[in-house]
């Protein structure tokens, strides 16, 4: 596997800690967070094996590299957006933006108008250093994401309530505490599949620059959204 090079790390970047949390394999520099990223970083780097919420550590590097790959249309958060914390070559947490697949509901309101923070995934040994918050500081404070709405769908069945001890209500609050720091609120829905676990919930951050059509039409659709339709 190749190093990875200034050439490869587009981007804001920051560093948040010099030293692993106890027992963890993280290496001994620097974590450095930052991006977005091109699908070459995502690439050349190593992801940790912890990270296979959402899908097999095999398979998770291939689904980051398409998401980064997802073209934009020349508007601020357009397409697809990759953010992650890596250190020595190896990723330990990300945090990706994409457009709603064309058969969910909130793809009404069209490309220009909203934005999915469709996962935030932190490695076991990466916990407890502020990797989760400072990749969410990154993406929202470069001001990319003030002309949308961005939305975040929680879904218990991709939780890892073993690997953090809480049952799914505290880990919900986890959450809903992380992402609200970054001004997503709980949003009320009738969304089928929001619905489908009682835990589930709808969070929205409405920019300050989103033009009103757009947050008009977005309530719009909290209310008569009939969730997938293919």
């Known amino acids: 596997m190749c190093m990875l090079s200034p050439h490869d790390r587009p981007g804001t970047w920051r560093e948040i800690a010099s030293a692993p949390s106890t027992?963890?394999?993280?290496?001994?520099?620097?974590?450095?967070?930052?991006?977005?990223?091109?699908p070459g970083f995502i690439v050349a780097a190593t992801l940790d094996p912890g990270l296979r919420s959402f899908r097999p550590a095999s398979r998770q590097r291939e689904a980051l590299s398409a998401i980064a790959a997802l073209p934009g249309n020349g508007e601020p958060g357009s397409g697809g957006q990759v953010f992650v914390a890596h250190r020595d070559n190896v990723i330990g947490g990300y945090l990706t933006f994409n457009p709603p697949e064309p058969f969910e509901s909130w793809a009404r309101l069209g490309p220009e108008g909203l934005v999915m923070l469709s996962a935030i995934e932190i490695a076991p040994g990466w916990r407890g250093l502020g990797v989760g918050q400072a990749l969410l500081d990154t993406a929202f404070g470069q001001g990319a994401y003030d002309q949308v709405v961005v939305i975040a769908t929680l879904y218990a069945w991709h939780w890892d309530l073993p690997g953090l001890g809480l049952d799914v209500w505290a880990y919900r609050n986890l959450l809903t505490s992380l992402l609200g720091r970054a001004g997503l609120v709980p949003m009320a829905t009738n969304d089928p599949e929001i619905a489908a676990h009682p835990a589930n919930a709808l969070l929205a951050r409405i920019g300050p620059k989103a033009p009103p059509e757009a947050v008009t039409k977005f309530k719009s659709l909290l209310h008569q959204a009939p969730g997938k339709t293919r």
């Not at 027992?23 to 091109?38: D, F, Q, R, W, Y």
Request: cysteine-free; aromatic content about 0%.
């Open 23 to 38: 027992g963890a394999k993280t290496g001994t520099g620097a974590i450095l967070v930052g991006g977005p990223v091109t």
